[in-house]
């Protein structure tokens, strides 16, 4: 049994799996099975793994109807054996060392059962690390909401997570909608207990393409509104510093008038919650209002 699954959704891809790959054909250690999740792809991407063959590494090739990265993921999950998960996008690669590394550090850190996982540095591709550096330079034990919301580490890391926690926390899916912000679970393992090692190194390379999730912003996430309401519901809770808490309750208010969810959107609401998302209502409404005016009515905008 390997150690590390490498679980990569991909969607009309197939042109930029090669060089993913190519990355893992680089590793030095070959402790890992790939796994690709096809989420509805109209391109060759089936041909396209064919073609890569079994020979270096395992390659588990999953084809599903398209519903949005998380879903792939779901579906991706409850195929993995492996001990770790390891999410990487279609269009990144891996540094030679990345398995290597993560094979080692959880051999020292993984009998600390309070663990979900390790967070490294996601760079790009000239090296530079995307969002903060964290605030030690040696590796540090923490949970993800402290570290990356009330310590204020903003951006992109890479996280390789314990499998079988993961599989506990399974992404929320909305009838119709096709984005979910992977924070969301990454915030109930946090809520749950579980901590994890930040390790300030790099072994992801990214670039952010024009056609990519991140680059596609606000429309695509109010084309989502429980998915992003629930996005937003994680940063409301108690161990969220309060000026977020702020933030995200006007967020919240914002998209449920805009989406016509205010009814849904109460009823999601903890009780100790219902007083942050009052006083944010009317400050939501004008948002709202912002967002009709740049975007149209909800009703329209697909």
């Known amino acids: 049994m390997k150690t590390v699954a490498i679980l990569t959704p991909s969607y009309n ?21 790939w796994y690709i999740v096809d989420d509805g792809s109209a391109d060759n991407t089936a041909d396209v793994v064919a073609a890569f063959g079994q020979d270096a590494f395992n390659i588990v090739y999953l084809k599903k109807p398209n519903g949005g990265k998380h879903t792939a993921l779901n579906v991706g999950l409850q195929s993995i054996a492996e001990e770790l998960t390891f999410i990487v996008d279609s269009d990144d690669v891996l540094t030679p060392d990345a398995v290597e590394t993560i094979v080692t550090d959880w051999q020292r850190y993984g009998a600390d059962a309070s663990l979900c996982g390790l967070s490294y540095y996601k760079c790009y591709m000239d090296g530079q690390v995307v969002g903060c550096p964290y605030p030690s330079a040696a590796p540090e034990k923490d949970s993800f909401v402290n570290m990356r919301v ?5 951006g992109d890391n890479a996280e390789v997570w314990v499998t079988a926690i993961l599989r506990q926390h399974p992404f929320p899916e909305f009838p119709g909608e096709r ?10 393992m ?61 967020y919240y208010a914002a998209v449920a008038v805009y989406a016509h969810k205010i009814k849904y959107g109460r009823t999601r609401l903890a009780k100790e919650l219902r007083p942050l998302y009052a006083a944010a209502f009317l400050p939501g409404v004008l948002l709202a209002c912002c967002w009709t005016a740049k975007y149209g009515r909800f009703s329209k905008l697909k």
């Open 179 to 188: 984005f979910m912000s992977e924070s969301v679970v990454w915030h109930a």
């Open 13 to 33: 891809r197939a042109h930029l799996l090669p060089a993913l790959y190519q990355s893992l054909l680089s590793q030095t250690s070959r402790d890992f099975t």
């Open 190 to 250: 946090s809520r749950a207990g579980h901590q994890m090692i930040f390790i300030p190194r790099g072994i992801y390379l990214c670039e952010y393409r024009e056609d990519g999730l991140t680059k596609a912003g606000r429309k695509l996430r109010l084309l989502c509104p429980c998915g992003t309401m629930e996005h937003a519901l994680a940063y409301m809770t108690k161990d969220v510093k309060f000026v977020q808490r702020c933030k995200y309750a006007l």
């Open 150 to 154: 009330n310590r204020g580490v903003w």
